[in-house]
Nanobody, 117 residues
Framework: AQFVESGGGLVQPGGSLRLSCSTA????IGWFRQAPGKEREGISW???????YYLDSVKGRFTISRDNARNTVYLEMNSLKPEDTAVYYC????????????????WGQGTQVTVSS
């Protein structure tokens, strides 16, 4: 399945963006990001019941939600910081050992988020 992310862009520190993910009907979805020179990390997760999980660095600033009728998962990002700059991806995922993990091989193209003044 191909996952399609959208909604990224250039925003000033303190600004907001909302990312969208076409989930292709998968239920447990994670948002991941990869900054230049760093490994991809899972930052947020939601299951079919609406339970959520966040990486500490985004907790209180980012909110994950879903619209099952549209097979879409959203990531509302507020109070953005320069260190949030990365390519953001979505994928089927699970939470284990305090980490959000995905086993997929075919990641989407992602959407670039740049936080800069």
């Amino acid at each position: 399945a191909q996952f399609v992310e959208s909604g990224g862009g250039l925003v000033q520190p303190g600004g907001s963006l909302r990312l969208s993910c076409s989930t292709a009907g998968f239920y447990d979805i994670g948002w991941f990001r990869q900054a230049p020179g760093k490994e991809r990390e899972g930052i947020s997760w939601i299951n079919s019941d609406g339970d959520t999980y966040y990486l500490d660095s985004v907790k209180g600033r980012f909110t994950i939600s879903r619209d099952n009728a549209r097979n879409t998962v959203y990531l509302e990002m507020n109070s953005l910081k320069p260190e949030d700059t990365a390519v953001y991806y979505c994928a089927p995922a699970d939470v284990g050992g305090g980490r959000i993990l995905s086993e997929i091989d075919n990641w989407g193209q992602g959407t670039q988020v740049t936080v800069s003044s």
